[in-house]
């Protein structure tokens, strides 16, 4: 009985095993698909999700990466003057999503050597050479990042690729033409400071006329307006004031000249008593 069970486990376990022989199994990463090929069928167009799959043993996976990849691109250039510039790039790019069979099939998966570095350069060579160093080291770097993307990206059109970005990172120029267009920069900064100094240095003189014209309008208008009544008016609406205060002791003697009055203590501490102070005769 006991030899009746093993001879059965014996051969599930070569059945198994034979069918593990006559079958593949594939394992695709995260971020990747795949493209299965077969000696029977060809490159197979539906494409292989991530996971696991049971595949042919005589399958070839193609493993493609879904998401962006940069790639750093040594450049070559001239610039319009016809100097001599080494600069270094930074490609950004990934393949369509629905468009990976047939990158695959008409491209291959090395697309990036194939396509996106030949296209590259030549746009960089076509784009950069309407430019002077100064442009290029300076002032224009991030348009001709823009032409140049535009331009690759054009000629990918239908490859199945996109390019999403071109990135200089780097400029090299000769040390003499690069210590000229620094030296240029700088000057340029201080001119423009410069013209802020004189700029703000005139709206402050501008300010300050302006107020000086207030100034001379009020005191024209008061001296046209101020007469003797609204002097005497405003220095007995003084003294009332001053006399409603709980804090202040005002002696007023008489009226002072123009018939204001004449404010002789304001009850300080160290003023001199009301009957120390000289009697003043008034008119009846």
């Not at 691109?73 to 001599?84: Q, T, Y």
């Not at 990135?167 to 033409?177: T, Y």
């Amino acid at each position: 009985m006991k030899t009746l069970k093993l001879a059965r486990f014996k051969l599930i376990a070569f059945t198994l095993a034979s069918a593990a022989s006559l079958l593949g199994c594939s394992t695709i990463p995260t971020g990747r698909t795949g493209i299965e090929w077969t000696p029977t069928q060809g490159t197979v167009q539906e494409q292989l999700g991530e996971g696991f799959h049971v595949v042919s043993p005589f399958a070839r996976i193609y493993e493609v990466d879904m998401r962006e990849q940069e790639q750093e691109e040594p450049l070559d250039v001239l610039a319009s003057n016809g100097l001599d510039i080494k600069m270094t790039a930074s490609i950004l790019y990934q393949p369509v999503p629905d468009e990976v069979y047939q990158l695959v099939t008409q491209t291959g998966d090395d697309y990036y050597k194939t396509l996106i570095a030949p296209y590259v350069r030549s746009s960089a060579r076509r784009v950069v050479g309407r430019y002077s160093p100064e442009e290029i080291y300076s002032t224009k770097r991030e348009q001709i990042e823009r032409e140049i993307r535009q331009e690759v990206a054009e000629k990918l059109t239908g490859k199945h690729i996109r390019a999403n970005a071109v990135l200089i990172r780097e400029v090299h120029l000769p040390a003499a033409v690069q210590e000229a267009i620094q030296t240029k920069l700088e000057e340029e900064q201080k001119a423009l400071q410069m013209r802020f100094i004189i700029e703000r240095t005139r709206q402050e003189a501008e300010r300050k006329r302006i107020e000086a014209a207030g100034i001379a309008d009020f005191q024209a208008i008061i001296s046209r307006d101020l007469t003797d009544k609204l002097l005497e008016w405003k220095g007995i609406d003084a003294t009332e004031k001053l006399a409603s205060s709980p804090n202040t002791k005002v002696i007023i003697v008489g009226s002072g000249k123009n018939g204001l009055p004449v404010i002789l203590n304001t009850g300080s501490s160290g003023a001199a008593p009301p009957e120390a102070m000289p009697p003043v005769r008034g008119s009846r």
